[in-house]
């Protein structure tokens, strides 16, 4: 079974994404506080995990402080 092309607009998006991702990464990192205000949220995710996970970061911004923390 052959799979269905996606749609036009899915298509256009997958292509703009990287575009419209890189153009505003810098202002992000500029304007991302570097406190890390989201210490206790994290704190009580990470004592859920086991000893030593990995972790897949897949938020926004440059990885600090909360990639940083995470390390």
């Known amino acids: 079974m052959r799979p269905r092309p996606e749609p036009e607009s899915l298509a256009r ?3 703009d994404t990287p575009r419209v991702y890189e153009s505003r990464a810098a202002g992000w ?3 991302r506080p ?3 205000f989201e210490r206790r949220w994290l ?3 990470l004592a859920r995990l086991p000893d030593r996970p990995r972790v897949l970061d897949l ?3 440059a990885g600090e402080p909360i990639t ?3 390390l």
């Open 59 to 61: 938020g926004c911004g």
């Open 43 to 45: 704190d009580r995710w």
């Open 29 to 31: 990192d500029r304007h």
């Open 68 to 70: 940083g923390y995470l």
């Open 34 to 36: 570097r406190q890390l």
């Open 13 to 15: 998006a997958r292509e």
